[in-house]
């Protein structure tokens, strides 16, 4: 049996619409997420952090960090822990937002914190330290990746 122009034409054109709704429904599905709720707000306050990170790269020793298997060792200069010294870590995980983690840093008097990381997700962790103390705002980030 042999198909006339029109019916060709009628299941070329059936078989695009079906191809563009699929498409279609398939990116609906997709979440797409900023990397934070307040983002924009975030930006216009962009320059707070670029001076915040010179401080922080400006200082002799900053804050250092070790992850051993379920824990992440912060250390502070103690000379960095004033009294006016509030800090907070925030673990950015790039690939889920339900998977960050926001920690106060509380040093101990020799400058040590221990976070426990066993109950976060395995994988890459963008660690976002910031702090304040002396009248400055510091700011720094490491890449992290938990087992």
Known sequence: MK?????????????????IVTLVTICMRQTVELESKDYYAQELKYQERIDATKNANALPNSIAHEVNGKQVVLTIPTELLTKDFT???????????????K??????????QVLDVAAMQKGAYKMKLSWSGNGKAYYKEDVITLH
Do not use: H
């Open 103 to 112: 920690v106060k840093m509380q040093f101990d008097a020799t400058g040590k």
């Open 87 to 101: 800090g907070e870590v925030y673990f950015f995980c790039p690939s889920d937002g339900l998977r960050d983690v």
């Open 3 to 19: 198909l006339s122009w029109s019916y060709r034409i009628v299941i070329l054109y059936t078989g695009f619409v079906a191809i």
